[in-house]
């Protein structure tokens, strides 16, 4: 798949159908979309694309109103590529471009990537002040002869599916029915660091995940996960939260790998939240803590590892 951005150009001469929405994190939502470009292009011996942002808008338009991210970029080119996509236009949100007038917008897709179409959401907004919508895109394409589809509402339970919705599950612990939601489970990348080393002395060694705050992180608990390490998935226990036995401070996301035991300090991992498991609490003792571990192990031990893209 390619990549492009300010700094990448590429010609497009057989042409391209771009996917437009904001894909600030990709779910079975926008799978409507993404689907959709990639079987038209192909019908249509084209090249089908993604068009998103770096950033979120709303870090430069309302930077108080951002959300937290629910992906990283890195993972969503994972995504895409494996949703066969020919190519994913990573475009910087900043003043300046918030600025580009509806119909400028289009145009210069017209003129950049040889857009011969676009895929929409039925609610898609773009250019200035959100000035331009599904009916001015309707309008455009009879002026200047590009193909357009509107996707419906995609829906699970009768609510549609949103980066909003899943968001709200995650921040309630709610994995299972996120994930349910996602193209595969909610993931958190990190770099393994130091840390007590308790866990250790308890028989249960973990691993402390450094963590960026402008992604969402789940509600504190105990987290059935599955983390990947060199490329290999492990089955894992993962708490969220402050250690609250030994007094712990700092929200922390330290988790214990079944049948690991290698030093993996300075590693970049991916933790995937498969299902929640249970509340953190606070033991009276180190031993009743100990006796919980165990049944967590146990537990974790009959379920499978996650089917990955």
């Known amino acids: 798949m390619i990549i492009i951005d300010e700094n990448v150009k590429e010609d497009f001469k057989e042409g391209t159908y771009i996917a437009l929405g904001s894909f600030d994190g990709l779910h079975k939502g926008h799978m409507t979309l993404i689907n959709k470009v990639v079987d038209e292009a192909m019908a249509d011996g084209l090249k089908s694309a993604v068009y998103t942002f770096k950033n979120h808008p709303l870090t430069v338009a309302k930077p ?38 509806a119909e400028d917008f289009i145009l210069s897709l017209i003129n ?47 609510d549609v599916i949103s980066s909003t919705r899943i968001r709200n599950l995650i921040l309630k612990g709610e994995m299972r029915e996120a994930n349910r939601l996602l193209f595969e489970p909610f993931m958190l990348r990190g770099t393994i660091i130091g840390g007590k080393k308790l866990g250790r002395k308890l028989g249960f060694p973990t691993a402390n995940m450094s963590y960026d705050t402008k992604y969402v992180i789940p509600k504190t608990g105990v987290y059935y996960t599955n983390i990947m390490i060199d490329g290999t998935l492990h089955k894992s226990i993962t708490s969220v939260g402050y250690n609250p036995t030994v007094d712990g401070k700092n929200l922390s996301i330290e988790t214990y790998i079944l049948d690991f035991d290698r030093e993996i300090y300075g590693q970049e991992v991916k933790l995937y939240f498969v299902e929640y498991m249970r509340d953190e609490e606070k033991y009276e003792t180190l031993d009743e803590l100990v006796e919980q571990l165990k049944k967590d192990e146990r537990y974790a031990s009959e379920q499978e590892l996650s089917m990955l893209l």
């Open 64 to 101: 108080e109103l951002a959300p937290k991210l629910l992906m990283d970029n890195k993972q969503k080119i994972h995504l895409l590529k494996a949703k066969g996509v020919d190519a994913t236009i990573f475009v910087s949100f900043t003043m300046e471009y918030m600025q580009t007038e």
């Open 112 to 158: 950049d990537f040889n857009a011969k179409g676009f895929v929409v959401g039925f609610n898609y907004k773009y250019g200035y002040q959100n000035k331009g919508n599904v009916d001015t895109l309707r309008e455009m394409a009879d002026k200047y002869g590009f193909k357009l589809f509107v996707m419906d509402a995609a829906l699970s339970n009768d």
